[in-house]
């Protein structure tokens, strides 16, 4: 059908742009909630005190406290180039949202193709008013005919917007589901479509970070070093294992909530399904805490011990993620913690008694870990000539300190393995504890190697105890140690 003479082609009408789940898969809204909390755990009880003001009002508070910043936000690629393509054009392009109008003037100002902005809580509007739904479309008319245009087109991707879509001459739809599609297609058949990415097993898989259970293979240590082959600890310990990597995975959604502006800076994190925008903070939210429950129903079934190790894991980590992380040197000795405290949880749920040798050795080499960790991560900041790591309490000048309070760390994790051969426990649990020397120099070759590898840059920031599981050599180096173990235990 032919417009009217008297209105702008089509495609040249005016294009308003929805910012949240649109021109981003994210939420702005989301992202300053995040931030807020961030910034202190107690802002949480503050928003919920600003719930009763109303949308508008809610988004005006949390926008004076804080906004997410443009350039880190994640954006939909092909939708933003379709954009640019537009606006090079020549076609007028004004983002309209309902997030707060300062935090729509930042994006339309950073991405530089947008003539104009609209959003809530604007100089001049009406007090309190949400720009959603029927508020949208009023807005969005009233500026189209100020600027003399009488049609125009809308980009959205939510229900809310079928509202707005009524009223446009034309419709781009961006993330949409299925459901809200079928509606806007029957009344604008020729609509653009950008499509939804589907949210694929894999990508939960990888924001729950699967990969990291095998830490948890920690749990079954005071088994295996206790020599038992009771198969119902061995269950029991399974069941801790699960309910493990479940309270794990919920923390890991939690801490990569928090450092969302971190991870969007990071060569590798910003890769991340939730820094990527992949996956939506509300679906990360409720995924963490289905998750969380789930881990504590099974702990407590496997014992209350257990739950209350479970518990002090919980707390720790969150404690981590919000604040101690933060603190040089703190960090370090919290992660190791965090590693030994999972043997101790291993322990309560076999009911197996927990070796002091066995926690001196764990505390001295998880500590030599914990600082690769670091260490690698500002090996990387050396590369990139950057002075402050990111969201941590270190400088590249650390660099040599760091190295060497790890290697030291290392090498007494060997030298308590050592004293312990000689020990009254290795005698009663082994029947031919002299071969236990031959795993000195192996464990002593490994902990030397892995430092060797985070100085020639070859961790890339990595998870140390991940970057074992894909070495061929900590695979060896780990059947060694259990063959040594077995010599010592049966003999010849």
Not at 12 to 18: F, N, R
Not at 113 to 128: C, K, Q, V, W
Not at 385 to 402: E, K, T
Request: proline share 6%; aromatic share 8%; charged share 20%.
């Amino acid at each position: 059908m032919t417009p009217p003479a008297h209105a702008a082609p089509p495609d040249h009408s005016p294009l308003y742009v929805d910012l949240d789940g649109t021109l981003t898969p994210s939420d702005t809204l989301h992202e300053s909630a995040m931030l807020f909390v961030r910034r202190n755990p107690l802002n949480l009880l503050r928003m919920l005190a600003w719930l009763p003001l109303g949308k508008a009002r809610f988004k005006q508070r949390l926008a004076d406290a804080v906004r997410p910043a443009p350039e880190h936000l994640p954006y939909h690629e092909p939708f933003l180039q379709y954009l640019r393509d537009e606006h090079a054009r020549g076609r007028p392009l004004v983002l309209a949202s309902a997030a707060d109008a300062r935090i729509v003037r930042d994006v339309a100002s950073h991405l530089a193709i947008f003539d104009d902005s609209l959003g809530s809580n604007a100089p001049g509007e009406a007090d309190g008013v949400n720009l959603s739904r029927g508020n949208k479309r009023a807005a969005i008319d009233a500026h189209a005919k100020a600027h003399g245009h009488d049609h125009w087109a809308y980009a959205g991707n939510s229900r809310d917007d079928l509202e707005v879509w009524s009223g446009s001459a034309e419709a781009v739809a961006v993330n949409t589901p299925a459901g809200v599609l079928d509606t806007l297609q029957r009344t604008h058949p020729q609509a653009r479509v950008f499509e939804r990415e589907p949210l694929s097993l894999k990508t939960v898989l990888r924001a729950i970070r699967l990969r990291q259970w095998s830490k948890n293979g920690l749990l079954f240590v005071p088994l295996l070093a206790a020599h038992s082959l009771n198969p119902q600890l061995w269950g029991a310990v399974l069941m801790a294992f699960v309910a493990f990597g479940l309270c794990a995975s919920a923390t890991y959604l939690v801490n990569d909530l928090l450092d969302l502006p971190n991870d969007r800076t990071h060569r590798i994190k910003r890769h991340r399904p939730l820094a990527s925008g992949a996956i939506g903070i509300p679906a990360a939210v409720a995924l963490g805490t289905v998750m969380l429950v789930l881990a504590f129903v099974i702990a407590v079934a496997v014992s209350p011990g257990f739950a209350w190790m479970l518990l002090a894991y919980t707390a720790t980590t969150l404690a981590y993620s919000i604040y101690l992380k933060r603190l040089a040197l703190i960090d370090v000795l919290v992660l190791s913690s965090l590693y030994t405290l999972r043997i101790g949880a291993g322990a309560v749920a076999s009911g197996v008694d927990l070796s002091n040798w066995l926690l001196a050795i764990s505390i001295f080499l998880f500590l030599s870990l914990a600082l690769v960790k670091r260490c690698a991560e500002l090996e990387e900041l050396e590369d990139d000539n950057a002075v402050l790591a990111p969201g941590r309490g270190y400088q590249a000048r650390d660099l040599a300190s760091l190295r060497a309070m790890g290697m030291a760390s290392g090498f007494l994790a060997v030298l308590v393995l050592a004293l312990y051969i000689d020990s009254q426990n290795s005698q009663k649990l082994y029947a031919h504890p002299d071969w236990l020397w031959a795993a000195a120099p192996v464990l002593l070759l490994w902990v030397m190697r892995i430092w060797l590898k985070t100085g020639r840059r070859e961790l890339h920031g990595e998870d140390p105890l991940q970057f074992a599981l894909k070495d061929p050599f900590s695979w060896i180096t780990l059947i060694v140690m259990g063959g040594i173990g077995l010599f010592a235990t049966v003999g010849f």
